[in-house]
């Protein structure tokens, strides 16, 4: 950590009573930032304010958000800003949400040893060993607290030296990866599984569709089974930190870096740097 | 809270770095004390290790849990001690578990008002509004911190003046209450959904299942539809805190508290006297 704050004020605990410790109660963004300028922030601050809706949580003061993560992007040239936001400390023991909870805010700076073009090193991925749960319809696409099934998931692509794993549902449709989203080309369509069907909808998800869109290229957004895979032309894993990584490999299958990398990768760089969020 | 503990030094909060917040990445116990007395401790100890082995996070030693659940039991005549366990505090950024962290314990003392005999204010139940996602295999049964559905689901009750809301699975399989489980009598037989489906497999469940077979009752695990509702004979909620609390009414239809109540109780009560723990 290069730093760290919670409600505005530098911090390294909080409070024993939060329910974001208890149950997971929150959400969270994680903000690449370089040259002390966090990329796609209205993005993030615009699904944090949806998850914020979907779990009831009153979304903090975006003026206040924005301060605070610009705080931690000046830290280091290349930052990863990861900001949390718990619905508070729990006002009586128990699951409910009592109401009148504080949200409460913490802000934490990473150094970011920001990697060489991605598509260098293509990813390298296969299909997750165990099926993991569809998210039920409140939470879909939310990025809250609860992320076991992703810390299994990435720990099972570790053990075998996997780059990611592409999580299944028990119906056999491929969600994404444990900590990225998944676009494939097949029959000359980019295709993406539906928002409504991700662990989370992510920020670059959203980037890559817009870029996709300019370039006047077919797009999709459907579910993608795990017979679709040995149709693909080319895919990539998305996230905010990687952007668009190339996969190279599908389990025993290798992938050429597709013809559409190029075109996408400058379009969502040139978001990165032309949005205005400051 | 009457106290709180952090690997046995007295603490009200812990790192920002704890992977139980960023992940929920830890387990948890709710265990019922009197008397300076935590109720089926074997029971909970139990539960933890079966969860820490599905997590990968090593069990803390087993002996200094009990010192620290008995130091909380003993601030008051009536406590509620929570246990929970986190992987600790992360060594890098991002999901994986990267070997070596070292588990946390947090131990808190909450003041117990013990209610009446819940026989004499049976619930008010009725089925949630939204599915429940179907737990992966990895995570039934064990009471991990990942809680949001629980959260959304007892704060629905709450909402609509209920005492707790049956949850269903997308199937319309019943796998019991937001923050207990489930006994129905259909048939003359005592039912209970297969721990494999709980989205927490309850110490107070396997009480009362020993407590039928000591009593000679047919019990038996099996899946629980919505239709079977109609049918029922009696039902309670259990968990460590309320016991066998006997359900008034599933929705409009109101329920006897069943014959089968006073023995299950008396044999319940008589485990939590008779199981030498200390």
Redesign the interface.
């Known amino acids: ?1 290069l730093g ?1 704050w ?1 409600d505005g004020r530098v ?15 929150g959400l ?1 963004e994680t903000i690449a930032a370089s040259a002390g300028r966090p990329r796609f922030l209205a993005g993030h601050l615009a699904r944090l304010a949806r998850g914020c809706a979907a ?2 949580i009153p979304m903090p003061d975006e003026a206040r958000l924005r301060a605070e993560v610009a705080q931690a992007a000046a830290l280091a040239p290349h930052v ?1 800003v ?1 900001l ?1 936001v ?1 619905r508070g400390a729990a006002r009586a ?5 009592e109401g009148g909870e504080a949200p409460r805010r ?1 802000v ?1 700076a ?1 150094a970011w040893l920001e990697g060489p073009d991605h598509a260098a090193a293509p990813a390298r991925v296969a299909r997750a060993e ?10 879909a696409g939310v990025k ?12 099972e ?2 053990r075998r030296a996997l780059d990611e794993v592409l999580l299944c549902t ?1 119906d056999d449709r491929i969600v994404g990866g ?2 990225t989203n998944l676009f494939l080309v097949t029959g000359g369509e980019l295709v993406t599984p539906p928002a409504a069907s991700c662990l989370v909808a992510g920020v670059m998800r959203g980037e890559v569709l817009r870029a996709a869109a300019r370039l006047g290229l077919a797009v999709a957004e459907r579910a993608i089974s795990v017979a679709d895979l040995s149709r693909v032309e080319g895919a990539w894993l998305t996230n905010a930190r990687v952007g668009l990584w190339p996969i190279g490999a599908i389990a025993d299958r290798s992938l050429a870096v597709h013809a559409w990398h190029s075109p996408l990768q400058r379009q969502v760089r040139q978001a990165a740097l032309g949005v205005q969020d400051a």
């Open positions: 950590m760290a919670v911090a390294s605990s909080i409070g024993l009573d939060d329910r974001g410790l208890h149950y997971g109660d969270f779990l009831s990863i990861k949390i718990t023991r128990g699951y409910a949400i913490i934490i990473y165990r099926p993991v749960a569809r998210p039920p319809a409140a939470l809250h607290l609860n992320r076991l099934e992703q810390v299994l998931a990435l720990t692509a570790r028990d444990s900590m």
